[in-house]
T-cell receptor, first 118, second 112 residues
């Protein structure tokens, strides 16, 4: 069964360092997402990506964050200068198109990358 | 604008008794609704989805949910709880656009 894969599963980084979180979406999907979940809190939307550009982003997704689909398969989230409060589980998701847009298709989530900023 | 409200942050039930996790939504169009489960230190797994077909939706592990448009609800139920059901459950809404909105989650505790 196809699945979304994320690497690494755990990442520890020092405050101020750059990190890149990697995701391989399911191959025929067209919509891609990053979410984060701070320990014990809700799952928060960061950004959605379609047709090689950001379709929507949340207030959390400030200039420190960027996304890229460098080679048509990987989908990366970069945090330029990490802060302590960036420590969280980061989930990537992808969705196929539906008959009436994407809204009625399920999102497939990766297992997440746990980022710890020290 | 879409939104999802999960009415209970924690629910405790005894093993073998019914489970009810409540979810209300707000949507401008005909939404698609999903329930995801997250076991400790694991990713998000789809339990079931409603996408404008039958209003009573059956999912994995004996869970089901009923879409009630008049009540704007999509409550998750299971007739008999099992210890392995202990997890965090998220109600999720999606509209015609690509936005996916999560509820705050309900942590289900199963008492022996």
């Amino acid at each position: 069964e196809p699945e979304v894969t994320q690497t690494p599963s755990h990442q520890v980084t020092q405050m101020g360092q750059e990190v890149i979180l990697r995701c391989v979406p399911i191959s025929n999907h067209l919509y891609f997402y990053w979410y984060r979940q701070i320990l014990g809190q809700k799952v928060e939307f960061l950004v959605s990506f379609y047709n090689n550009e950001i379709s929507e982003k949340s207030e959390i997704f400030d200039d420190q964050f960027s996304v890229e689909r460098p080679d048509g398969s990987n989908f990366t989230l970069k945090i330029r200068s990490t802060k302590l409060e960036d420590s969280a589980m980061y989930f990537c998701a992808s969705r196929p198109p539906g008959l009436q847009g994407v809204g009625n298709t399920e999102a497939f989530f990766g297992q997440g990358t746990r980022l710890t900023v020290v | 604008a879409q939104s999802v409200t999960q009415l209970d942050s924690h629910v405790s039930v005894s093993e073998g008794t019914p489970v009810l996790l409540r979810c209300n939504y707000s949507s401008s169009y005909s939404p698609s609704l999903f329930w995801y489960v997250q076991h400790p230190n694991k990713g998000l797994q789809l339990l079931l989805k409603y996408t404008s077909a039958a209003t009573l939706v059956k999912g994995i592990n004996g869970f089901e949910a009923e879409f009630k448009k008049s009540e704007t609800s999509f409550h998750l139920t299971k007739p008999s709880a099992h210890m392995s059901d202990a997890a965090e459950y998220f109600c999720v809404v999606s509209d015609l656009d690509d936005k996916i909105i999560f509820g705050k989650g309900t942590r289900l505790h199963i008492l022996p």
